[in-house]
């Protein structure tokens, strides 16, 4: 079942990112070789982080002009354009002299409008009142969500590879193409997935469409299969820990918050882990 999908932009945030359903690790007294399902979410957050726009003033433009007069510009000749910044709604407006504008950085599909209109406007009281704003799009829309498992994404890639393609040597992640919506989307084996789309609503679009194929090749967000963890303890009880792998080369249920720093202590990744599953314990590593 796809769960709802909420479009949330980055000036906007009113859902904590330590949301439990989100970063929780689960953990599983009843371990008896099974491993723990994986929880589904009932609604999903999707952060819109940057809207690309471009319009037309219908007019050649001097740029050395509007350095010279403007404000918050940076003139880039070397590459022929001028960089034109505004703080509220926050958007960089890369201006050519054809009068081509694109804007970038915005938070939302009304934000972009509203810089864009103010960069035209901006134009204008420089000394180029006959400019007009014309040929407004929006050009892509990047958006990203967490889901609350892993994904197994080579045998996700070999199932779906008429529309998906993986290259570890090239990109961490498995990058899936929705032709229908033109949307892009690239999938890591964190659960992170970002989506390029050409509107707010097809980014959605996208998510709902790509959950239930990743569903299946989803496994628990848990420091490994054989590796049982909870994010319950705090500094006194790590500290705890780390003088019982020392004295005694053996740990009980480790109850860590930060996972890449028990990584970093412990370095898990050079060793394997012999479980006890009848009594959730770690007994020792080989390497």
Known sequence: MTPVIKIINKNNLNISPLNLNENMIYFNNDFHGQEPTIP????LNVNISNVSASFNVKSHLNLRHLALHG???????????LIMKLRKPSTTAN???????????????????IASKRIARII????????????????????SCSLPFYIRIIQFSEKYKSDSQYEPELHPGVTYKIK????TLKIY??????????????????????????????????LDDKCLVGVTGGINYREQNTRILQSTSH?????????GELIKNWQLNTFVPTVDKNHDILLNYTA
Do not use: M
């Open 40 to 43: 589904i979410q009932g609604c």
């Open 124 to 143: 204008q009281r420089l000394g180029y009142a006959e400019a007009k704003f014309s040929g407004y799009k929006i050009v892509n829309v990047l958006g």
């Open 71 to 81: 404000h918050n510009v940076e003139y880039r000749r070397e590459k022929a354009k």
């Open 251 to 259: 740990l009980p249920v480790l109850y860590h918050s930060p996972v």
């Open 95 to 113: 201006i050519w002299s054809s009068g081509k504008i694109v804007c970038i950085g915005s938070a939302s599909e009304n934000d972009s409008k």
């Open 180 to 183: 229908e919506i033109k949307a």
């Open 189 to 222: 084996s964190t659960g992170s997935i970002t989506v390029n789309a050409p509107s707010e609503e097809k980014v959605k679009l996208a998510i709902e469409h790509i959950y239930p194929l990743v569903l299946p090749f989803g496994r628990n967000k848990i």
